[in-house]
């Protein structure tokens, strides 16, 4: 099959809808201009927008084309984050905190970014904190990538639960998550991984309004493929997006390359 530059090959499963891009930058492209043509018409009809922002490989280059294209007017959004890692510091090179204050914050300058507090010397009372910034008013729009094992943010497969009670919870990490950080160069050793970590959980993330979900590269092509072929479980949380009124996955050819109805 040919894919012609700039046009996703598109289909649905279920109330999903996926797109397809030839390349990693096509298809970082085409999710920030269908990012900007959201942002605009609906800061049209209200004053402020509410993102939640995911962190991760999959997010640099359609984060710099977002703001490369220019056109939104960021100092009216109210930003929020996926997940941080338990006991790292804002200042850590490690942690999500530094990722969006260089790649986003620095950049655009946002009404607000209210990041959560890696480091905070309650992490239950930083939970109800964080919980009760993100339900005061809805979320507009909620970015996401997509964990080895089918995580969001870090509800893993252990710990997701489509039902969960909380906005806001810890979570211990699995293994997979801690040796792909590794990988990734994002920490030295194992060890170095944090154990624990701080997530918004699943009805958090479904209560956004859209959701664009990010996935790259052959390392996420099995996964991909579980999520959207077999059935929806905890087993895969990437799953339940498919019964999200209007959640949009963005594949490019190599995670996608295992799909059916490719
Ligand atoms: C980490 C983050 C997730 C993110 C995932 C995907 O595990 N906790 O929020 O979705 O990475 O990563 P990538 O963007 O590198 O595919």
């Not at 252990?158 to 969960?164: E, G, I, L, Q, R």
């Not at 990988?183 to 479904?206: E, G, M």
């Amino acid at each position: 099959m040919m894919l012609v530059s700039n046009t996703p090959k598109i289909f649905q499963i279920d109330d999903l809808s996926v797109n397809i891009y030839p390349c990693e930058i096509e298809l970082a492209q085409g999710a920030a201009q269908i990012v900007r043509e959201y942002l605009i018409s609906i800061l049209d009809q209200q004053t402020e927008v509410r993102i939640l922002l995911a962190t991760g490989s999959s997010q640099i280059q359609f984060l710099d084309a977002l703001i490369a294209l220019g056109g939104v007017d960021w100092s009216r959004l109210i930003l929020f984050h996926l997940d941080e890692y338990l006991g790292v510091e804002a200042e850590d090179k490690n942690s999500f905190c530094y990722y969006l204050q260089e790649r986003v914050e620095r950049r655009v300058k946002p009404k607000q970014f209210h990041y959560i507090k890696g480091d905070a010397t309650e992490p239950i009372t930083e939970c109800d904190r964080y919980a009760n910034l993100l339900n005061k008013q809805p979320i507009d729009l909620c970015f996401l990538g997509i964990g080895q094992n089918g995580h969001i943010a870090f509800n893993e497969p252990s710990v997701a639960n489509f039902n969960d009670p909380h906005w806001v919870k810890l979570v211990k990490l699995e293994e997979l998550t801690r040796q792909i950080q590794v990988k990734q160069d994002n920490f030295p050793h194992i060890d170095a991984v944090p154990q624990y970590a701080y997530t918004v959980t699943i009805p958090t993330i479904l209560s956004a309004r859209k959701i664009i979900c990010l996935a790259t590269g052959i390392s996420k092509a099995g996964i991909v493929k579980t999520a959207l072929e077999e059935e929806i479980t905890v087993s895969y949380p990437i799953s339940i997006l498919r019964r999200h009124g209007d959640a949009n996955l963005f594949l490019d050819i190599n995670a996608a390359s295992l799909l059916e109805n490719r």
